[in-house]
């Protein structure tokens, strides 16, 4: 299928309501954020699955079948985002949940969207800070690798590819505004 | 220690079972675990039979978990039962909020196994 031909999925960052007047911004020198990223997940990827993520050199662009995104709202405006194909979404629902086969890939989707859920939940609370004036949005997952995120012209992305056994998962923010 | 029937109450299967799952690691003796996707299923459950200790979510579409907590201390035979929340962004004034409506602990995810014992054993001692 042609690029022409495609329905391309296109999400908008930014929305004004995400940070009511009055509310503090948050910012964070932008070299930090990929250590950030990576302290957030790493925590959780050695605890909920038993393993750790390995920093990859790819700067290629993220790629995969899935998507978990989560909002953030209030002194940080974002979205974070977790990428990988589907037979690592399923290897990762097999880790967390101790189950393979059909069983992993029914749970594959919401595992990845939890994962992205609790890495969000850490980087908040590992940013000094944070804790108490920014909040999540509950998970949104994508199927699909054709889409673009679009975000505004006064937005930062910082996107950390790390290596998961013998493939590729990419975790991102898109700050709005601060950063 | 009798063994325990134990509800879970977060939105998320998956967090529901990697709940279940760290419970039945932790060395705690589990009967029975059920399971609810929001507050107001979780009171229904509870209106049925009485679990020996509750672990929820805090952020839940529907009824939270910090309005479960409120309801359940409302219930006369039933707000002794203890609750443990569990929370992702460890909000300090929500999971403050939880502790004063009568929440008796929390755990902030990610959580090992030897957490959700450290959190429940003290609260089901006795039983």
């Known amino acids: 299928m042609s690029d022409s031909l495609k329905t391309r999925l296109v999400f908008s960052l930014g929305s004004p309501s995400a940070k009511p007047p009055g509310t503090p911004t948050w910012k964070l020198e932008s070299q930090r954020w990929p ?145 | 220690m009798k063994k325990l029937t134990v509800l879970i109450v977060d939105d998320s299967s998956v967090m529901r079972k990697i709940v279940e799952r760290s419970l039945r690691q932790s060395g705690l003796e589990i009967e029975r675990v059920l399971d609810a996707d929001n507050g107001q299923k979780a009171l229904e459950l509870i209106a049925q039979g009485h679990p020996d200790v509750i672990l929820s979510d805090i952020n839940m579409p529907g009824m939270d978990g910090l309005e479960f907590v409120r309801q359940l201390q409302g219930l006369e035979d039933a707000k002794g039962i203890p609750v443990v929340m569990i929370t992702t962004e460890g909000s300090q004034s929500r999971v403050m909020e939880a502790l004063t409506l009568g929440a008796r602990g929390y755990i902030r995810k990610p959580f090992t196994s030897d957490q959700v014992r450290d959190q429940v054993m003290p609260l089901v001692k006795g039983e």
């Open chain 1, 35 to 179: 250590g950030l990223i990576e302290d957030a997940a790493q925590d959780v990827f050695g605890t909920m699955l038993g393993t750790l993520l390995v920093r990859a050199d790819d700067k290629g662009p993220p790629a995969g079948d899935v998507t978990a995104m989560i909002g953030l709202a209030g002194a940080l405006v974002g979205v974070f985002s977790v990428r990988c194909s589907l037979p690592t979404a399923n290897l990762l629902a097999s880790k967390m949940l101790g189950v393979d086969g059909a069983e992993a890939e029914y749970a594959a989707r919401d595992a990845l969207g939890e994962i992205a859920n609790v890495v969000a939940g850490n980087l908040i609370h590992k940013a000094p800070g944070l804790n108490d004036v920014c909040f999540l949005s509950t998970p949104t997952v994508i199927s699909g690798h054709d889409f673009v995120l679009y975000s505004p012209a006064n937005s930062s992305i910082f996107e950390v590819p790390f290596d998961f056994e013998d493939s590729r998962i990419w975790l991102c923010f898109s700050s709005v505004g601060g950063s």
